[in-house]
């Protein structure tokens, strides 16, 4: 045998582990088995692993089932794994058989051989520090890796939400600030009344603000987890005194409210809070994905589009049209929205694929989760800073397409009738002049009260316009 290298044993017999490696025999297994993303699991859910394993020996040593200096060892290593070391010893694809056997084992294996050097020993030597025996001691794969999952949701979902939040307060500020600003609304592609560009950017706000309060809210369900229940759910193989220590040194850990499920079995078995909130952050993305395709809109041309809305330039559009500058923000945006719409999908395919006593399909729960965590944070984070604090309107355009537009002729249909409000657009759309000027050539109206029917406030806010009885 090279001294480059060690044996380590299992039930399938031996394998060759580079010596100097953390990890052991499982996850050389599962390396070799699953070559399908290409990428190891989050980052954070190692992060989580690491405090969850932490907690865990707590709980055992506290339960009197762990010795002190071993337990101490594994605390130590824990700790430096949780603070960001050894996370090139975590390689396992984030895809993978074995309901996450496969990352907990490797966990288990990096955490054991740091705590057997901690003790003095060579990396290996498992009769310091047993993976199963002493780091994964009182759990199952199918409570620590559903309980991981979960706290490191929470960890990733808290950014999103106040990610929403700024998000809200960007487009509120140009809700101000665009105020006076009177437009064209439009209905199906087409003209229809008027609305300020302020109310248009209180609406897409509006739809943020939901989006913030219900990822805000969803992380209560988060919070409940099986800890404990080991394989199915029952507890077998820890004690109970372990049982109720764990999940209370997991939240001293964390500083979340984590609390213990009250049926440990159905929590093993049901992913349905996974697809509660992948779909709370598939509504997120949707809503993401329309205010960005209304600023490509608004924003068209600039001569031979809409051109309302000027957005900040980031790059040049063309490798071949000289002076072209594309959307590219709210395109990018877009395509991260569907991705996360995509990721929802997935989710519910596997949340409902699972079988009696376990869903053996979380691995790919928690990776479509977390990047969706991800990507909906950053995107967020990237139309605001990128396009909504910088974005500008041209008055004048809106001024002309409102001006131009036989839209106009809504307003005049309580005085004139349906039907011939309906002529007066007509003639307007034929170019023989604009509604104001067919009201007044017509003599339906003088031009006090042409004034009065059409002006910006009375435009764009309840009641009929030029009714000067009317309340405010």
């Not at 953390?22 to 399908?36: C, D, E, K, Q, W």
């Not at 101490?72 to 050894?86: F, N, P, S």
């Not at 404990?228 to 209370?248: I, K, S």
Request: proline share 4%; aromatic share 4%; with cysteine.
């Amino acid at each position: 045998m090279s001294p480059s290298v060690r044996v380590e044993t299992d039930l399938l017999g031996e394998l060759e582990i580079p010596s100097d490696a953390y990890y052991g025999i499982h996850t050389a297994r599962a390396v070799s088995n699953f070559p399908l993303l290409g990428q190891p699991v989050h980052p954070e859910l190692v992060t989580c692993l690491a405090l969850l394993k932490h907690a865990c020996a707590e709980a055992n040593m506290k339960a009197g089932v762990l010795d002190e200096r071993i337990g101490a060892a594994i605390l130590q290593a824990c700790r430096e794994i949780a603070d960001g070391a050894l996370r090139d010893q975590f390689l396992v694809d984030a895809l993978q058989g074995g309901a996450g056997t496969s990352s907990n084992m490797n966990a288990n294996e990096v955490i054991a051989n740091r705590a057997i050097e901690i003790l003095g020993g060579e990396k290996g030597d498992y009769g310091l520090v047993h993976p199963n025996d002493h780091v994964n001691m009182s759990q199952s794969t199918n409570d620590v890796f559903p309980t991981a999952v979960k706290v490191a949701a929470i960890r990733l979902l808290r950014p999103v939400a106040t990610a929403m939040s700024d998000l809200q307060g960007a487009l509120q500020k140009k809700e101000a600030q665009f105020a006076a600003v009177v437009k064209l609304g439009r209905t199906e592609m087409q003209d229809a009344v008027p609305v300020t560009m302020g109310q248009v950017f209180a609406a897409w706000a509006q739809a943020i603000q939901r989006d913030w309060w219900r990822l805000y809210k969803v992380e209560e369900r988060l919070r409940q987890v099986n800890l404990g229940g080991t394989a199915v759910g029952t507890g077998l193989n820890a004690p109970l005194r372990y049982v109720y220590y764990a999940t209370d040194f997991l939240r001293d850990l964390t500083g979340l409210g984590i609390a213990r499920a009250e049926n440990l079995i159905d929590v093993t078995q049901n992913c349905d809070v996974f697809v509660e909130v992948s779909g709370l952050l598939k509504a997120a993305a949707v809503n993401l994905a329309k205010i960005a395709a209304d600023l490509r809109l608004l924003s068209s041309g600039p001569r031979g589009g809409i051109g309302e809305l000027r957005l900040p330039p980031r790059q040049a559009g063309s490798s071949i049209m000289p002076g072209k500058v594309n959307p590219v923000i709210p395109e990018a945006a877009t395509q991260a929205a569907f991705q996360v719409m995509a990721n929802d999908q997935a989710i519910t395919l596997a949340a409902q694929a699972g079988q009696l006593e376990l869903n053996a399909f979380i691995p790919l729960i928690a990776h479509n989760l977390f990047q969706s965590l991800d990507l909906l944070q950053r995107s967020t984070r990237m139309l605001m800073d990128l396009c909504i604090q910088g974005i500008e309107v041209d008055e004048a355009r809106c001024q002309e397409l409102l001006q131009s537009s036989a839209a106009l002729a809504t307003a005049i249909a309580p005085y004139v009738g349906y039907e011939q409000a309906s002529a007066i657009a007509k003639r307007a759309l034929a170019g023989e002049g604009s509604v104001p000027e067919l009201l007044l050539r017509e003599g339906l109206a003088t031009a006090e009260q042409v004034q009065a029917m059409l002006s910006p406030e009375q435009l764009t806010t309840p009641g009929i316009a030029g009714d000067t009885s009317r309340r405010r």
